[in-house]
């Protein structure tokens, strides 16, 4: 089992706003960073560290951390986005890389 | 832009040892505060970290499977490779190699290869 809980499926309306989060002791400690990976696809970085977006990644997508839950937050999701969506960070060691179980996202 | 690109067989016989190698384009492998990792992810499931090198030698690896797998870098050919020993079919899955980078409070993976598909089967 992953340090890094996800819930497995998660909805939202087009244009709508959606959060999908991440629960794990070592983020107390580490940032999470996300990753959106559609069907056939290499994963694809979408936020880093405190609420960092590489570039080419839209602004509707923003990341924040709360205790020991990190969140992914759409903004106005499009139906592009539907995807599924992974989190990672550090094991509760600090040593190890650890991925969450990953999100469905649908959008309707 | 850095590319990266998995090659290997893409069927292992069981018992076997699983052998794959990234290849590095677009940059040098031993430039920049960066590592080097294998991630894998059976059809269906999550992604789950093998493991990685850093550009000084020194690696870490998954504790589940650190009895089995092997990291290496041959900065020569601006590659790195991974070895998995001892394989069964839960080992089946597309295989990913890829750029970390470790930033103190957060590290994060930006560049991908495109995966492989290693098959455990006799």
Do not use: M
């Amino acid at each position: 089992s992953s340090e890094l809980t996800q819930d497995p499926a998660v909805s939202v309306a087009l244009k709508q706003t959606v959060r999908i989060t991440c629960q794990g002791d070592s983020l107390r400690s580490y940032y999470a960073s996300w990753y959106q990976q559609k069907p056939g696809q290499a994963p694809v970085l979408v936020i880093y560290g405190k609420d960092n977006r590489p570039s080419g990644i839209p602004d509707r997508f923003s990341g924040s951390t709360s205790g020991d839950t990190a969140s992914l937050t759409i903004t106005g999701a499009q139906a592009e986005d539907e995807a599924d969506y992974y989190c990672n960070s550090r094991d509760s060691s600090g040593y190890h890389v650890v991925f969450g179980g990953g999100t469905k996202l649908t959008v309707l | 832009q850095v590319q990266l690109q998995e090659s290997g067989p893409g069927l292992v016989k069981p018992s076997q040892t699983l052998s794959l190698t990234c290849t590095v384009s677009g940059g040098s492998i031993s430039s920049g505060s960066y590592y080097w990792s294998w991630i894998r992810q059976p059809a269906g499931k999550g992604l789950e970290w093998i493991g990685r090198i850093y550009t000084s030698g020194s690696t870490n690896y998954n504790p589940s499977l650190k009895s089995r797998v092997t990291i290496s870098v041959d900065t020569s050919k601006n590659q790195f490779s991974l070895k998995l020993s001892s394989v069964t079919a839960a080992d089946t899955a597309v295989y990913y190699c890829a750029r970390g980078g470790d930033y103190g409070d957060y590290e994060y993976f930006q560049h991908w290869g495109q995966g492989t598909l290693v098959t455990v089967s006799s």
